[in-house]
């Protein structure tokens, strides 16, 4: 390979992965004029998705929402980049990492719907939201609003910042079975104080799977003259939407959940305006105070996991978010039907089937989380993981698009015969 073939495969460019196979089956359904919803239900189809992952045959895996495993075409694009990084090691570093690195910085960017200048690619969620809460430049009395539901590891960063500099962070109890948008948009507004300065909300809880209302919340926030900073790891590349639109002033997400990029991607989004006052956690004295790439000196890092995030955005688009998002709700709702209302059942999620995608959450009465759990795996080979937490007491479900209803029959099954015992 010469230099020039080089740089130009390490872009990812020439070696973007075709997933040849099934673009052609969506090009069909398009031509048929198939609807998202109407292909969702598609087994037949979604059997040749299912095809592009290698399974492990041991267990029905429903606990997607740690990670999701890459197609392997996807992986196998990632291996490739490791290797080819490798064999130009600091030649590499020091000709192209930097122009490559901001190929995919612009791709991500066209994916989220917002300017380049206002996302940097991280290694995680925690390591874009940290960032903004640890950046921020708190005053004693300052107070933040958060949920008992968000994620423990931002909780924990913002009860750093109360013991740092005396700031005051307030929690909301998020109801499980809301009626209506205005029940939660009132319950983040009665958490503000004229001394409020951010409020963080969760685009989908990640225990329950509850997609918030977050235009209306930020709205309200802002009309408060507060900022908001939105916990995304669930939702990009989950649900259709443009960062843009939910009118946020942050957005962190992690990409190896539900894009389907190697492990230790993320992106942080930061509003134009929003950048300067920011304080960076690693000093780069190169960079000016309102440029975002100061928020992102990391130093030296695996730079074949940035440069193979271009394969999982292949397949999401080979994909395409509708379809994905159609299809995910459908697996969800496909289960979630069979089990409302079987005696000692407990949905944890909202039954308005707007209010949640992929990610659900059941308990059944008398029995502990865990033990759910454990049987679940132990009897009945199936894979998910135990919450005990904020009201929140059940196992969480979380197919992804190589998910069969078969594999669901399996859940449902086993599920009322814990129930039943
Ligand atoms: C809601 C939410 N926020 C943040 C995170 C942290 O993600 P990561 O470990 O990729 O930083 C998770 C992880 O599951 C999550 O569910």
Same mark, same amino acid.
């Given at each position: ?8 495969? @390490? ?7 075709? %997933? ?5 089956? %969506? ?18 189809? /979604?059997?040749?998705? $299912? ?31 490791? $290797? ?20 995919? $910085? ?31 430049? /708190? ?83 802002? @009309? ?16 259709? %939407? ?72 292949? %397949?999401?688009?080979?994909?395409? =978010? @509708?379809?994905?998002? @159609? ?42 989380? $865990? ?38 029959? =399996? ?7 814990? +129930?039943? +015992?």
């Amino acid at each position: 390979m010469n230099k020039r073939e080089f740089l130009t495969t @390490a872009g990812g460019a020439s070696l973007a992965v075709a %997933f040849s196979d099934v673009k052609s089956l %969506f090009a069909e359904a398009d031509a048929a004029g198939t609807a998202p919803a109407e292909l969702a239900q598609d087994e037949a189809f /979604w059997a040749q998705v $299912r095809a592009k992952f290698k399974l492990k045959p041991d267990y029905i895996n429903l606990e997607n929402g740690y990670y999701c495993m890459q197609p392997q075409e996807v992986l196998e694009s990632f291996i490739a980049r490791v $290797r080819e990084v490798n064999t130009e090691a600091s030649y590499y570093m020091r000709t192209v990492q930097g122009p490559n690195k901001e190929a995919v $910085r612009n791709r991500l960017a066209g994916l989220a719907g917002c300017s380049p200048e206002e996302l940097i690619i991280t290694r995680n969620t925690t390591e874009s939201l940290d960032t903004v809460i640890a950046g921020f430049d /708190w005053k004693p009395g300052d107070e933040a609003v958060m949920a008992e539901q968000d994620y423990g590891a931002m909780l924990d960063q913002f009860a750093l910042q109360a013991k740092r500099y005396g700031m005051v962070n307030r929690r909301v109890l998020l109801p499980l079975d809301p009626k209506s948008d205005e029940e939660l948009v009132d319950l983040y507004a009665s958490a503000i104080t004229p001394k409020t300065r951010l409020l963080m909300i969760g685009h989908m809880v990640n225990i329950t799977g509850h997609i918030l209302p977050v235009r209306k919340i930020v709205d309200m926030a802002h @009309a408060k003259g507060v900022q908001v900073m939105v916990d995304g790891a669930h939702a990009f590349a989950h649900l259709e %939407f443009k960062i843009p639109d939910l009118g946020c002033d942050y957005y962190g997400a992690s990409l190896h959940k539900w894009l389907g990029a190697n492990l230790g991607a993320g992106i942080l989004y930061v509003r134009k305006d929003r950048i300067e006052k920011l304080w960076p956690i690693y000093g780069d004295a190169g960079v000016a105070d309102t440029d975002i790439r100061k928020l992102n000196h990391t130093g030296t890092h695996p730079v074949h996991t940035d440069l193979a995030i271009n394969a999982a955005i292949d %397949f999401h688009e080979t994909i395409g =978010a @509708a379809r994905k998002e @159609a299809r995910l709700r459908y697996l969800q709702n496909y289960w979630t039907s069979r089990v409302r209302g079987v005696p000692r059942i407990v949905l944890n999620t909202p039954s308005d089937p707007k209010r949640s995608c992929a990610i659900a959450n059941v308990g059944v009465q008398g029995i502990a989380p $865990r033990d759910l759990a454990k049987t679940l795996l132990e009897k009945h080979r199936i894979w998910t993981v135990a919450i005990d937490t904020a009201n929140v007491h059940g196992a969480r479900i979380t197919p992804h698009l190589y998910t069969s209803t078969a594999d669901l029959d =399996a859940f449902v099954a086993a599920l009322k015969q814990i +129930a039943a +015992a």
